[in-house]
């Protein structure tokens, strides 16, 4: 493989074979004349699934769909379908692991909650998937996915348990819940957990957004681990957007290095010339710090500017994948991506087929896409009370929530809670459905 080639195409999404939507209906509104501050004084250290946010610090998508996101970088997983080499398939599944969250850059507006029984599908023949995702619980709220490839090449599946918390002028989002890959062809499952999220500057300033922590990509047929480190920003900017590690067997043996940004690419490398790599860049790093002046003021929750834009590329490195740009009128448009665009996108051939639970028939979400704010708000806060009436009238008659498409137990390769695909979902037998909406 060369230094710039790419693991796998990446045009899938414009040579799709149904012509999808450039934009939205209607531009994103302006949230300068609101205070979120005037919501959230209250709220420091609670759990913010328990507040009611006003719809303009929405985006027009439901959580369920938002989720949906980390499967826009399919061709990785097809990719990896296609590679004799474990290590090869590790690095693509590496790729599509930090792939899933490239979406959250600047995306600041919060998802719709899904409402219980909640569901969305999302069939993408360019793409060569089907997705179904249903929300199985509100307290706590959980959301359980399952997507296969359109020639039985992979099954990918989870639960996400989003633990939002407000720290003054943060917000942290913790996404419990495991994440799990199958490559039917070779008979192998991956597990992990996607890193935090953090979304500064909610009160004053320009909100910014970093991931951090480690995910560790566990191969349950080869016992190869990849543990990425995603890095908080640090002093200066200088590690912003960074992810970094390594694969290695289950002796521990190092078999490749992994570096980049979530935001922009993923490369590999030798272990042994990136450590060398390391070395000579904290030696410089030492230099330049002992040379400043070190400055001592509060620490700002400004976004810092990054040392530099563009990854440094070790040479011998291979791209495992780099990010597609964004659409010129994306700033417009809630910064959404050209896959993210499509998201809520209905006709009425489609309308005719989903169920009446799929999130593009909620008409708080709809009514916010058409540049409805007082719509939305409206409907947005008689669907909580309405959901709010029937959980009451269960419990009067200690009548239990049944979910429809998964149901829960544990996962079968790392022993978690998890919700499980029960199937049957796409018979389009959809009878006795709640009335959510």
Same mark, same amino acid.
């Given at each position: 493989?060369?230094? #710039?080639?790419?693991?796998?195409? %990446? +045009?899938? !999404?414009?040579?799709?074979?149904?012509?999808?939507?450039? =934009?939205?209906?209607? @531009?994103?509104?302006?949230?300068?004349?609101?205070?979120?501050?005037?919501?959230?004084?209250?709220?420091?250290?609670?759990?913010?699934?328990?507040?009611?946010?006003?719809?303009?610090?929405?985006?027009?998508?439901?959580?369920?769909?938002?989720?949906?996101?980390?499967?826009?970088?399919?061709?990785?997983?097809?990719?990896?379908?296609?590679?004799?080499?474990?290590?090869?398939?590790?690095?693509?599944?590496?790729?599509?692991?930090?792939?899933?969250?490239?979406?959250?850059?600047?995306?600041?507006?919060?998802?719709?909650?899904?409402?219980?029984? #909640?569901?969305?599908?999302?069939? %993408? +023949?360019? !793409?060569?998937?089907?997705?179904?995702?249903?929300?199985? =619980?509100?307290?706590? @709220?959980?959301?359980?996915?399952?997507?296969?490839?359109?020639?039985?090449?992979?099954?990918?599946?989870?639960?996400?348990?989003?633990?939002?918390?407000?720290?003054?002028?943060?917000?942290?989002?913790?996404?419990?819940?495991?994440?799990?890959?199958?490559?039917?062809?070779?008979?192998?499952?991956?597990?992990?957990?996607?890193?935090?999220?953090?979304?500064?500057?909610?009160?004053?300033?320009?909100?910014?957004?970093?991931?951090?922590?480690?995910?560790?990509?566990?191969?349950?047929?080869?016992?190869?681990?990849?543990?990425?480190?995603?890095?908080?920003?640090?002093?200066?900017?200088?590690?912003?957007?960074?992810?970094?590690?390594?694969?290695?067997?289950? =002796?521990?043996?190092?078999?490749?290095?992994?570096?980049?940004?979530?935001?922009?690419?993923?490369?590999?490398?030798?272990?042994?010339?990136?450590?060398?790599?390391?070395?000579?860049?904290?030696?410089?790093?030492?230099?330049?710090?002992?040379?400043?002046?070190?400055?001592?003021?509060?620490?700002?929750?400004?976004?810092?500017?990054?040392?530099?834009?563009?990854?440094?590329?070790?040479?011998?490195?291979?791209?495992?994948?780099?990010?597609?740009?964004?659409?010129?009128?994306?700033?417009?448009?809630?910064?959404?991506?050209?896959?993210?665009?499509?998201?809520?996108?209905?006709?009425?051939?489609?309308?005719?087929?989903?169920?009446?639970?799929?999130?593009?028939?909620?008409?708080?979400?709809?009514?916010?896409?058409?540049?409805?704010?007082?719509?939305?708000?409206?409907?947005?806060?008689?669907?909580?009370?309405?959901?709010?009436?029937?959980?009451?009238?269960?419990?009067?008659?200690?009548?239990?929530?049944?979910?429809?498409?998964?149901?829960?137990?544990?996962?079968?390769?790392?022993?978690?809670?998890?919700?499980?695909?029960?199937?049957?979902?796409?018979?389009?037998?959809?009878?006795?459905?709640?009335?959510?909406?």
């Amino acid at each position: 493989m060369s230094e #710039e080639k790419d693991c796998g195409g %990446r +045009d899938a !999404l414009s040579n799709g074979i149904k012509k999808h939507r450039t =934009s939205l209906p209607s @531009p994103m509104f302006s949230r300068n004349d609101f205070s979120i501050w005037s919501i959230l004084r209250k709220c420091i250290g609670m759990e913010l699934s328990k507040i009611t946010m006003p719809v303009i610090f929405n985006e027009p998508l439901s959580f369920l769909q938002r989720l949906t996101e980390y499967v826009e970088h399919t061709y990785l997983i097809h990719k990896a379908s296609s590679l004799s080499d474990p290590v090869e398939r590790m690095q693509c599944v590496a790729a599509f692991a930090v792939s899933a969250v490239a979406s959250q850059w600047e995306r600041t507006g919060k998802p719709f909650n899904p409402l219980l029984g #909640e569901t969305y599908e999302l069939v %993408r +023949d360019d !793409l060569g998937f089907r997705l179904i995702s249903e929300q199985v =619980s509100h307290h706590p @709220p959980i959301s359980a996915f399952h997507a296969e490839g359109l020639n039985n090449d992979f099954i990918f599946h989870g639960s996400i348990y989003p633990k939002l918390k407000f720290w003054g002028k943060s917000v942290e989002a913790e996404p419990k819940g495991t994440i799990t890959l199958e490559l039917l062809e070779h008979n192998e499952a991956y597990t992990w957990t996607n890193p935090t999220c953090c979304v500064h500057n909610i009160i004053v300033g320009k909100l910014w957004i970093e991931q951090y922590g480690n995910v560790e990509i566990i191969n349950h047929k080869t016992g190869d681990k990849c543990v990425l480190n995603f890095k908080p920003c640090g002093l200066f900017g200088k590690e912003l957007h960074k992810v970094e590690g390594y694969i290695q067997d289950k =002796s521990k043996k190092k078999l490749c290095a992994l570096y980049g940004k979530w935001t922009e690419c993923l490369y590999s490398v030798d272990p042994a010339t990136f450590d060398a790599y390391k070395k000579n860049d904290k030696k410089n790093t030492e230099e330049k710090k002992n040379s400043k002046q070190m400055s001592t003021s509060e620490e700002s929750d400004e976004m810092p500017m990054p040392d530099s834009e563009s990854v440094f590329i070790i040479p011998g490195s291979v791209l495992l994948w780099r990010i597609a740009p964004r659409p010129p009128n994306s700033a417009q448009m809630y910064n959404f991506t050209s896959f993210a665009m499509v998201l809520n996108e209905v006709d009425k051939d489609m309308e005719s087929v989903i169920p009446k639970t799929d999130c593009r028939l909620r008409p708080d979400i709809r009514a916010m896409e058409n540049g409805e704010i007082d719509q939305a708000s409206e409907e947005k806060k008689r669907l909580e009370e309405k959901q709010r009436a029937a959980r009451k009238n269960r419990s009067k008659s200690e009548e239990d929530w049944k979910t429809r498409w998964f149901h829960q137990g544990p996962n079968p390769y790392n022993g978690a809670q998890d919700w499980i695909y029960s199937g049957s979902y796409w018979d389009r037998n959809y009878f006795n459905l709640p009335d959510i909406y």
